[in-house]
Each structure stands twice: as structure tokens, then as C-alpha cells.
């Protein structure tokens, strides 16, 4: 069986997540082809399904949802009727629609989606000062990465016959989650801008995922920028930094109803 498993991983949690999921999916006979949609260049690229029997979609949860250049390529993505699993990694708050979503863009492009999953990873914003899912993904999440690898293998061979039916519908609507995305720059004010030493390496502007960074200037473009932080943890010089959140952080725990104490006690989790 050839599977191509596609991801984004501004941060690199989804990453992991891929990598360990790769790993079972040989382990149990299967050939695997990574494709990594983090770099503009490669959304742009074509790319050819039609060897493959079955795909994997790994992406982040931003503000709800994938992020918004991952749905855009995959409306561009025709199906052709393959079956597909998905999975997300998240930073422990509200994601319930992404299931939903995701899977309504994957009905109309012709996939049958036959799994899901969702991985606990640290928080992108912990680098403002966010405590949120520390060191995770740790060894419990891949744990759960790889029943979900082998559980999935079944499915994308008939050896267990199911799919996935539906997830609830989500509790907002397409327009309000348009609007907690923009709701990043009111909680940040600005993209990441550089304040300390910079040698003008370049790397930067080279792995921003939506060609808004610039090295020079050491600003980002706001029109373009996700705020997905991949520039600041590439930084070799921690030059790159946006607004102080350690004062939001317990206003973040209060607007969900949650504690540190439940934050730590969530788990990742399959959707069969
Ligand atoms: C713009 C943005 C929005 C995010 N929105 C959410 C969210 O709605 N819920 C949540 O729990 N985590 C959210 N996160 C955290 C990420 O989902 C989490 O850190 C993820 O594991 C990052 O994956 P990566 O390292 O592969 O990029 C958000 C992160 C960013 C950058």
C-alpha cells in the first residue's frame, strides 16, 4: 500500500506527529511519501495522487480550523475518490470545528474520510509567555499516534470497513470564525518584529510559509502573515519577538473555564 502523508507544521508538533505516524504505517508494510505544504513553494507545486492508495492530512488548529492556506490548497485538491485520514495538533483550547470543516472540504473534493485525530501539542503563543501544553507532544501522544496509524491502516485496506459518518456541527458560524482569525492581530497588535542582534542570515524570509517576512527590514507584512510564529523558532538569534502575553495568560484559562491543572489533564484522542 502507498500512502502520501501531507502536512503543515509551522512550529513543528505536527511534525512529530507525522514522523511517528509514518514510522507505524512502515512498520506495519506500507510505503510512505511525505509532502510538506509548510513552504509557500510547495502549496504551489502540482501534485500527482493518482499512485497513491490512500492520503494523511496533518495540520495545526488555527483558530479553530486548519490553517487558512492549508484549506485553500485543499480545495484545490482533487479526491478522485481516495480514501483519506485526517489528524490536527492543537494547544489544548477550542477545536472542535476543525473535524467538521475539514471533513466538509474533503466531501466536496471527492475524499472518503475514514479517521480522525487530534493531538495536544505546546501552545504557538507559549512563546509570549502561554503556559499552555509544555513539552507536548510527549510519549502519551505518540502513543496515541500510533493506534491511530494502525487503526487507520485497517481502514484504508478494508480490512475494517467503516468511515467516518459526520462530526456536530460546529457550535459558530463561518463568518464568526472568520473573525477569531483576525482576532490574532487585536491579541498580538503585530507580527513578530525583530529587537535583538541580527546577523541578516536570511532564514526567516526563507521558511516564512506565506512569503510575508522580511529579513531586512525585520518586519512581516500583516496582509500576509498568519502570525504562525515560524519565524521566531527558526531564529538562530532570538531576534525576533511579538507582545508580552504573560498578563492575557490568566485571562485566556478564564475565557475557556479552565485551569493549568485541566489543561494537563486532557488527552490526545481518535475519532474512528
Ligand atoms: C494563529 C494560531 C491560532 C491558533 N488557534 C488555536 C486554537 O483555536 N485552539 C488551540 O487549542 N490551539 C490553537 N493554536 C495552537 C496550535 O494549534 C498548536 O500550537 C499547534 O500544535 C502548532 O502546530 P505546529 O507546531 O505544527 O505549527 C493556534 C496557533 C496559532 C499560530
Known amino acids: 500500500m502507498k500512502i502520501m502523508l501531507v502536512y503543515f507544521s509551522a512550529t513543528g508538533n505536527t511534525k512529530k506527529i507525522a514522523g511517528v505516524v509514518k514510522e507505524e504505517f512502515e512498520g506495519l508494510g506500507a510505503k510512505v511519501d511525505i509532502w510538506d505544504i509548510t513552504s509557500f513553494e510547495n502549496r504551489q507545486k502540482n501534485i500527482d495522487i493518482s499512485s497513491y492508495d490512500a492520503l494523511v492530512f496533518g495540520f495545526p488548529v488555527h483558530s479553530l480550523r486548519a490553517p487558512r492556506v492549508c484549506r485553500e490548497w485543499l480545495e484545490n485538491l482533487p479526491g478522485q475518490g481516495k480514501k483519506c485520514a485526517t489528524f490536527f495538533t492543537y494547544g489544548g483550547f477550542w477545536l472542535e470545528p476543525v473535524h467538521y470543516t475539514t471533513k466538509q472540504i474533503l466531501d466536496k473534493q471527492g475524499f472518503i474520510l475514514v479517521s480522525s485525530a487530534q493531538f495536544l501539542g505546546a501552545h504557538t503563543y507559549n512563546r509570549g509567555g502561554w503556559k499552555a501544553m509544555l513539552d507536548r507532544p510527549d510519549s502519551s501522544d505518540f ?130
Not at 456541527?169 to 483576525?182: I, Q, R
Not at 479552565?258 to 474512528?272: A, I
Request: net charge negative; hydrophobic share 35%; aromatic share 8%.
Open 143 to 272: 502513543v496515541v499516534a500510533r493506534e491511530y496509524a494502525a487503526r487507520t491502516f485497517l481502514r484504508f485496506k478494508g480490512e475494517d470497513p467503516g468511515e467516518i459518518d459526520g462530526f456536530p456541527l460546529p457550535a459558530f458560524s463561518d463568518e464568526e470564525m472568520d473573525g477569531f482569525e483576525k482576532f490574532r492581530f487585536k491579541l498580538l497588535e503585530h507580527p513578530p518584529a525583530r529587537e535583538g542582534e541580527c546577523c541578516l542570515c536570511g532564514l526567516c524570509e526563507e521558511v516564512c510559509p506565506t512569503g510575508a517576512m522580511n529579513a531586512e527590514s525585520g518586519l512581516a507584512d500583516m496582509e500576509k502573515c498568519i502570525v504562525c510564529l515560524r519565524c521566531m523558532s527558526v531564529c538562530p538569534e532570538d531576534a525576533l519577538h511579538i507582545k508580552d502575553l504573560t498578563p492575557t495568560w490568566p485571562y485566556k484559562l478564564d475565557n475557556h473555564k479552565m485551569t493549568e491543572d485541566d489543561l494537563r489533564g486532557l488527552q490526545s484522542k481518535l475519532f474512528l
